[in-house]
């Protein structure tokens, strides 16, 4: 856990065990990387993230210029990766070492909050490279000696590389969609593995999307809904609510999982929710 909560230390032990991950460098303070960039030490682009206390998008920056604000706390500075995709891989491990993982999933990341907004499964990338993003999820979850289950996050680069870029030690916005679309859901699994149980199978019952439903821009307040009927009306729709009282912009407030027999037929069904429903306050 010190280790995870930690991005500096995450870095540091994707490059001991020899998994793959972008680049880095640490600094202390924004001063320091100022010095770094005026000395040449360090190119722009980059991508600052703070070592500690970053999540949802939050502790995370691109900067594109010497001019830019940069967060003054300890962090990780990374170059800033061409990507084509990004994805992730659920995996599971009970104490016996047996491990399982779940199909992987792609990511779409809404282009101002930096939160999912659309996660589709299975993701669009060739069998190989879903094969070759399970074992580095297997890897992982056996370096750090894990029993429960573990969220790994990939860069997919342009030039096909998978690159990790963080993890998360437990059921994971990521693996919402396994609730309704696998034999056995992330929470179940969880469980399983942490008591020592037969891990339950991953397998797809159906391809599946999962939309977060975020608050809307500039409402703050006792939350309200808007067309959940409407939603609700489109075949293989799944609501789930979190039952917060009060939204607030972009703040997470429930998600939307929808199963269709096709991956394409799924997304433009869930396309549709995310255009229905409005997560806004009571007047």
Do not use: W
């Amino acid at each position: 856990m010190q280790i995870i909560q930690d991005k500096g230390l995450q870095k540091q032990f994707y490059q001991q065990h020899q998994l793959p991950s972008a680049d880095f460098q640490l600094f202390s303070s924004a001063v320091q990387l100022h010095q770094a960039i005026q000395d040449g030490a360090i190119q722009l682009p980059f991508v600052q993230k703070t070592r500690t206390a970053g999540y949802d998008g939050k502790g995370v920056s691109i900067i594109r210029h010497a001019k830019d604000e940069l967060f003054d706390s300890p962090c990780v500075v990374e170059p800033l990766v061409q990507i084509e995709k990004e994805l992730a891989v659920i995996v599971a491990r009970n104490e016996r070492g047996a491990i399982a993982t779940y199909p992987a999933v792609e990511m779409v990341f809404h282009p101002t909050a930096n939160l999912v907004e659309l996660l589709a499964c299975p993701a669009r990338i060739k069998p190989e490279l879903a094969q070759q993003a399970a074992e580095i999820a297997k890897n992982v979850i056996t370096a750090f000696d894990i029993c429960g289950l573990l969220a790994v996050e990939f860069f997919l680069t342009t030039s096909g590389e998978l690159l990790i870029n963080e993890v998360a030690p437990r059921p994971h916005n990521s693996g919402h969609h396994t609730i309704e679309s696998c034999f056995t859901s992330q929470f179940e699994q969880h469980l399983r593995a942490i008591l020592n149980l037969p891990l339950g199978s991953t397998d797809l019952k159906s391809p599946a999307v999962m939309v977060n439903l975020l608050g809307a821009p500039h409402h703050y307040g006792n939350v309200t809904y808007l067309k959940i009927a409407d939603a609700l009306s489109i075949k293989g729709v799944h609501l789930h609510l979190y039952g917060k009282t009060s939204t607030a912009p972009f703040r997470k407030m429930g998600h939307a999982t929808v199963l269709a027999a096709t991956l394409e037929e799924a997304i433009a069904n869930a396309q549709q929710v995310q255009a229905l429903i409005e997560v806004v306050a009571e007047k």
